[in-house]
């Protein structure tokens, strides 16, 4: 009896340094499920600059792009549930991929932590192409079916399935192009590899200011003034299928509630400084603030809505 005593006393005492060790006790890693250069990239780094450290640890973004951001993403909730290991992810990986991609996650796999912002996908020109607007350019593709090719975010993602069921309502046939993220669509389009560039307006940016894009169709109802002569989709009496692109971060399932707590302060601390709303404004987003069992609704909404299309487009897996 008395040596089972001290043996629980000595585990007790063994247990307790970890018990009571403050989180974080080192460096927190956000991985982002895509290349370098693109919006959700450029999110992600911003917010950790902002955070700097306030935690009393650095934060450290970590690159891990491939098949539609389902490789970062499904390294989020395999990492271990202790607040160290974060993800931020654009809406493909969560909200269309588990339909398309045969994804091994679902959407009780993670916990979402907070949604940033969102902003349009957006389908640009480059200036030479014989469009002078959204209707001009439909009347091209129409008039030289199979000729034209579109490159997105990956096939599955949100914007293909967002933007082929827009092209099949319309009776456009073009081929779809997918790459993995901006990084590496703006280049393949300014390079001349693809005729059309999609992808967020966020990505599609660096060209329309300097004059080598014209992006012409939102995939919002409404047109964006960050984009002089785009039209959005209810200019075409299809505002029903509309569809942006967002941006969020996730954590593994089952991190601790006051770790998460803790980490959700910090972020929305971040995401509230003037630094981050002027570059959400500069990247054509808009922000707007979710967390936890709201930001968790609307993916569970799109989601939903997302499994839809891609069962009228005879793309589930």
């Given at each position: 009896m008395?040596?089972?005593?001290?043996?629980?006393?000595?585990?007790?005492?063994?247990?307790?340094?970890?018990?009571?060790?403050?989180?974080?006790?080192?460096?927190?890693?956000?991985?982002?499920?895509?290349?370098?250069?693109?919006?959700?990239?450029v999110f992600a780094r911003k917010l950790a600059e902002l955070i700097g450290g306030s935690l009393g640890q650095p934060l450290i973004v970590e690159n891990r792009a491939g098949a539609s951001g389902t490789i970062g993403t499904q390294a989020v909730i395999d990492a271990r549930p202790d607040g160290h290991t974060l993800g931020f992810i654009w809406n493909?990986?969560?909200?269309?991929?588990?339909?398309?991609?045969?994804?091994?996650y679902t959407l009780d796999s993670f916990t979402p932590v907070l949604?940033?912002?969102?902003?349009?996908?957006?389908?640009?020109?480059?200036?030479?192409?014989?469009a002078a607007n959204l209707q001009e350019m439909i009347a091209n593709i129409r008039a030289?079916?199979?000729?034209?090719?579109?490159?997105?975010?990956?096939?599955?993602?949100?914007?293909?399935?967002?933007?082929?069921?827009?092209?099949?309502?319309?009776?456009?046939?073009?081929?779809?192009?997918?790459?993995?993220?901006?990084?590496?669509?703006?280049?393949?389009?300014?390079?001349?590899?693809?005729?059309?560039?999609?992808?967020?307006?966020?990505?599609?940016?660096?060209?329309?200011?300097?004059?080598?894009?014209?992006?012409?169709?939102?995939?919002?109802?409404?047109?964006?003034?960050?984009?002089?002569?785009?039209?959005?989709?209810?200019?075409?009496?299809?505002?029903?299928?509309?569809?942006?692109?967002?941006?969020?971060?996730?954590?593994?399932?089952?991190?601790?509630q006051d770790r998460l707590a803790r980490l959700t302060s910090a972020f929305v601390t971040a995401a509230q400084q003037p630094q981050f709303a002027e570059l959400m404004a500069q990247q054509a987003a808009v922000m707007r603030l979710e967390t936890g069992e709201a930001f968790g609704r609307s993916i569970r909404a799109e989601y939903d809505a997302l499994g839809a299309v891609a069962r009228e487009l005879n793309l589930l897996r």
């Open positions: 008395w040596l089972r005593t001290i043996l629980a006393a000595a585990l007790t005492l063994l247990a307790w340094p970890s018990a009571a060790q403050p989180f974080p006790d080192r460096p927190i890693r956000i991985i982002v499920p895509v290349n370098p250069g693109g919006g959700t990239d493909t990986p969560v909200t269309a991929a588990p339909h398309t991609l045969g994804a091994r949604r940033v912002g969102y902003s349009p996908f957006a389908i640009c020109a480059r200036p030479d192409f014989p030289n079916p199979g000729r034209y090719t579109w490159g997105n975010e990956g096939m599955g993602g949100v914007m293909h399935l967002a933007v082929e069921r827009v092209w099949r309502h319309l009776g456009l046939e073009l081929t779809a192009v997918p790459f993995q993220g901006a990084g590496q669509t703006l280049p393949a389009f300014l390079g001349g590899h693809i005729t059309f560039f999609g992808g967020s307006l966020t990505g599609a940016l660096p060209a329309v200011r300097a004059g080598t894009a014209r992006c012409l169709m939102m995939t919002t109802p409404e047109a964006s003034a960050d984009a002089p002569g785009s039209a959005g989709l209810a200019s075409l009496g299809l505002e029903q299928m509309a569809v942006t692109i967002w941006w969020g971060l996730i954590a593994p399932r089952n991190v601790p």
